[in-house]
């Protein structure tokens, strides 16, 4: 079986694409198949503490530690006649050497069904589950602790034959919840719907026209404290377009105009705000052995961040892949993200957080033996500026990884 994986493209061009509210669709072989494993991680990072030393000292961390991550795996496809049900993912826990208090369990893990009938069509029921530790650089103050979980449920109608019309109607809902007291009013229910109509041509490639809907509740907010807004909607109309030239460069651009609508909002600030977002990337293929690739795309998210209601995030990447052999490749890239968080007025000491610019440095060497296990090295060197100085940092972590099925 191919990789239960994530395939915007066949939705909306891309993932990350408009808005962050779109749908994901799984790809699966009806192809039987059962595989198991085991993975383990071990990373040493220069800086957990996500801000400069008077933010460890406030959260009471020790900036540098190594983390212990080890956890199970499954990639499961089951065919029943036309249909088949899919699990895929990976649960465990996730140790620190020296920052015990950050200790949390970890999970990644998607499953349903898919029916496949006609030429062309299939419909899928599925739906999600993730944990982890929040990301310290979106929180502010003494927050440490944070289990972040986010569940959800969707279903879809597809339709994509290799040339004419299709079309593709999904929805889904998916809920994130903190465990922090004080992180709590950024608990979120996102409620979505896409349509898509396609039209493919081998010679032509293929263009879809897409219309997006989202609602997101934040049913935690205090009056108490001011805060302007629980709820967002987020609708955007747009086009995508993919194609492939010849054998070497392959191209995919989606572009949207979005409408972002909040039901409440500090005095000055805009109910309804117009925002141009998009997605893009290009690849080009030096022979069988060398990818590079540019990627580029603008998003609208709800906010994590206390204070907010929502993040404007823009980035660019390069990366290269080279393939050594059958076996081992190497991969490289540098990424520029910016964040630009939009406020809802809550009543907090101090001032908040609301733009980032993260520089990212990255390169890996992986080596896999044919249906066996697996080891990588990677490296990742990271500087972050924001709009508070307390918060701006120097990262480097550095992680080895090895996966054994069973």
């Avoid at 994901?24 to 383990?40: A, H, I, N, Y």
């Avoid at 620190?96 to 009938?117: C, E, P, W």
């Avoid at 979106?138 to 109608?157: C, F, H, S, W």
């Avoid at 109607?169 to 396609?198: F, G, H, I, M, P």
Wanted: charged share 20%.
């Amino acid at each position: 079986m191919r990789r239960v994986r994530i395939l915007l493209l066949t939705l909306l061009g891309s993932a990350s694409c408009a808005s962050a509210f779109a749908q994901e669709l799984p790809q699966v072989t009806p192809k039987r198949q059962l595989d198991l494993g085991v993975r383990g991680t071990v990373t040493y990072d220069t800086n957990v503490a996500r801000g400069n030393d008077d933010i460890a000292r406030q959260r009471n961390l020790r900036p540098e530690d190594t983390l212990f991550n080890a956890s199970g795996t499954v990639d499961f496809v089951q065919p029943l006649g036309k249909q088949a049900l899919f699990l895929k993912g990976a649960a465990g826990y996730t140790f620190y050497r020296k920052n015990t208090k950050l200790d949390t369990r970890t999970a990644d893990i998607s499953g349903g069904a898919v029916k496949m009938f006609g030429a062309s069509c299939r419909a899928l029921a599925y739906g999600g589950y993730s944990a982890d530790q929040a990301q310290l650089e979106d929180i502010i103050g003494d927050i440490v602790k944070n289990l972040q979980e986010r569940t959800n449920y969707a279903a879809a109608l597809e339709c994509q034959p290799t040339s004419g019309f299709g079309m593709v109607l999904s929805a889904q809902s998916e809920k994130t919840t903190n465990s922090a007291v004080r992180q709590k009013t950024q608990n979120a229910t996102t409620d979505s719907a896409t349509a898509v109509l396609a039209y493919t041509r081998p010679s032509l490639g293929t263009l879809r026209v897409i219309a997006n809907f989202a609602q997101t509740k934040f049913p935690n907010r205090d009056p108490m404290t001011l805060a302007l807004g629980d709820r967002l909607d987020v609708t955007s109309y747009g086009v995508s377009y993919e194609r492939k030239f010849g054998t070497r460069i392959e191209t995919q651009a989606t572009a949207q105009r979005t409408l972002i609508k909040r039901n409440a909002a500090p005095v000055g600030v805009p109910l309804k705000t117009n925002a141009t977002t998009y997605d893009a990337a290009i690849t080009y293929h030096f022979g069988t052995r060398l990818d590079l690739k540019l990627t580029g795309n603008r998003s609208v998210t709800p906010s994590n961040r206390i204070g907010q209601l929502y993040d404007l995030n823009r980035d660019w990447g390069i990366s290269a892949n080279y393939k050594l052999g059958t076996r081992m490749e190497l991969e490289g890239g540098y990424r520029n993200e910016r964040t630009t968080s939009k406020g809802d007025g809550t009543a907090i000491l101090g001032p908040i957080l609301t733009n980032s610019v993260n520089d990212v440095v990255y390169g890996a060497i992986r080596y896999r033996r044919t249906q066996g296990a697996g080891i990588s090295l990677e490296v990742r060197q990271e500087e972050r500026e924001t709009n508070l100085p307390a918060f701006d940092y120097s990262n480097t972590a550095v992680s080895l990884s090895v996966d054994v099925p069973f």
